[in-house]
């Protein structure tokens, strides 16, 4: 099982980056994946997530209307497009995999079961 999420990197205030999430060892196509973040000293929190068909996404509201998630089943990848980028966005961001079930999808950081590496995003002018 292997997650791996890519696309991090500098950015000034009110850019964009586009992180993907490439997935291969499991059955993609039955998990919702999420995207989380964790910035130095503190906990890790959710960002977005899709469930397995990906016709249903959460966002927390801190990005809610800049941060768009999508999911390309054919290519086991998700993607996280995020705009209007802020200081405060700066973070390492995972994304995870979650079985769903119903099309379900949860914003528990403890209910994901396979986890990627993490990619730096830093916005800074």
């Known amino acids: 099982v292997q997650l791996q999420a890519s696309g991090g990197g500098l950015v000034q205030p009110g850019g964009s980056l586009r992180l993907s999430c490439a997935a291969s060892g499991f059955a993609f196509e039955n998990y919702a994946i999420g995207w989380f973040r964790q910035a130095p000293g503190k906990e890790r929190e959710v960002v977005s997530c899709i469930n397995d068909r990906g016709d249903n996404t959460f966002h927390e509201s801190f990005v809610e209307g800049r941060f768009a998630i999508s999911r390309d089943n054919a290519e086991s990848t998700v993607y996280l497009q995020m705009n209007s980028l802020k200081p405060e966005d700066t973070a390492v961001y995972y994304c995870?995999?979650?079985?769903?079930?119903?099309?379900?999808?949860?914003?528990?950081?403890?209910?994901?079961?396979?986890w990627g590496q993490g990619t730096q995003v830093t916005v800074s002018s």
């Open positions: 995870a995999a979650d079985r769903s079930y119903s099309g379900s999808i949860t914003n528990n950081v403890g209910e994901y079961d396979y």
